[in-house]
Nanobody, 126 residues
Framework: QVQLVESGGGLVQAGASLKLSCAGS????????MGWFRQAPGKEREFVSF????????DYADSVKGRFTISRDNAKNMVWLQMNSLKPEDTAVYYC???????????????????WGRGTQVTVSS
């Protein structure tokens, strides 16, 4: 079992940066694919980024490519999302999630992730 706790959200102006952190528990943390998702009011939860156990496989939503960077440190049970050049449309609750590797289940689909944190609010003002 994995427990996830996000932190690092806040209120910033457009163009600013934030770094979200996700602290995981459990000895098997390194086996999971870790993802970041976000959900804005009135909208569905959407994919932001994922990283596999070694960091050799990473991807981002088109809307954040070139601005966000995901990373992890398995020794520390940590995953981060560095967010630069933030835009008002990035405003959402950001969730960290863990998924058991399985090629039959998409790494981009939030429904395939089993463990979730409670989320951290990111608000970007214009």
């Amino acid at each position: 079992q994995v427990q996830l706790v996000e932190s690092g959200g806040g209120l910033v102006q457009a163009g600013a940066s934030l770094k979200l952190s996700c602290a995981g528990s459990g000895r098997t943390f390194s086996m999971y694919i870790m993802g970041w998702f976000r959900q804005a009011p009135g909208k569905e939860r959407e994919f932001v980024s994922f990283i596999n156990w070694s960091g050799s496989s990473i991807d981002y939503a088109d809307s954040v490519k070139g601005r966000f960077t995901i990373s992890r440190d398995n020794a520390k049970n940590m995953v981060w999302l560095q967010m630069n050049s933030l835009k008002p449309e990035d405003t959402a609750v950001y969730y960290c999630a863990a998924k058991i590797p399985n090629i039959d289940y998409s790494d981009y689909d939030h429904r395939m992730y089993y463990y979730w944190g409670r989320g951290t609010q990111v608000t970007v003002s214009s």
